[in-house]
């Protein structure tokens, strides 16, 4: 049987400012940390009660790196990227969606978001699901799941600004995640990501909005800024989307700080003026069979 979706809830906070770093990532982890602190700090000076960071921003996203630049955060002293983001956190009362770190965990590494909370104490951890692998002769090459492991759990947070589903970019291409969050009463989804040039240009923007008008939620995601000199080019392009499909806000390829006003009551606008989980036909979706459609 079908599980009902959760209604929509207007949460306790119906308005804030979003802020989006898009970071310049360099082989200099201190360099990475320093930047983002500096890109955060100026989020809150703007306002920002959620701030959100890229797909590996303290690391090149490059499997000769992954490895060398991982931490573990079980060991919090030897964390440097996990302390930074905690005591930013608790030092500006906000909550920070960490962007992607590469994680050691027992021999392993995962391409992991952790969510910290305005009292700096981590949320929840998501570990990208969807391993980004991918073959265009004369294009790109590249092959996530060589180094990492795939997670294993979606992830769901409620945090001071509403309930959070969390993807990490190559996460973004499935809808049956987002569609599994809109269901579990998710208010916006964050993917930080890093897409490519030969990915960007074509499919960027569309999953982002597919995603959002397909279950009327808000869409925001976060990559890198552009770099010129690593073999896998950043397209760049943070942007946040609304629950009609609508570009908020987006940025160029450099490196940035977007802001935006996210105010949930559109999502209760759009969901009446089309209420689609009224209008689903689960009854019929469920009986069409392979062989029905293709005797
Ligand atoms: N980092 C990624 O998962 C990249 C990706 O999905 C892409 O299309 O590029």
Known sequence: ????????????????????????????????????????????????????????????????YFAKYAEDFDNRDASPTWSMLSEAACCHGITIIG????EWDHGRLYNTCCIFGPDGKLKAKHRKIHLFDIDIPGEISFKESDTFTAGDQPTIVDTEVGRIGIGICHDIRFPELAALYRKRGVDIICYPGAFNM????????LVQR???????????????????TGSYTIWGHSTLVGPSGEIIVTSGHEETTVIAEIDYSNIQLQRKSLPLDDQKREDIYKFIDVHELNP
Do not use: H
């Open 210 to 228: 597919a995603r959002a008008v397909d279950n009327q939620l808000f869409v925001a995601t976060c990559s890198p800024s552009r770099n010129s």
């Open 1 to 64: 049987m079908a599980v009902a979706p959760i209604p929509f809830q207007l949460p306790n906070i119906t308005k804030f400012k979003i802020a989006l770093c898009q970071l310049s990532v360099t082989s200099d982890k201190n360099q990475n940390l320093d930047r983002a602190s500096r890109s955060i700090r100026f989020s809150v000076e703007q306002g920002a009660k959620l701030v959100v960071l890229p797909e590996m921003w303290n690391c090149p996203y490059s499997s000769d």
């Open 99 to 102: 962007g992607s770190l590469p």
């Open 198 to 205: 030969s990915t960007g240009e074509l499919l960027w923007e």
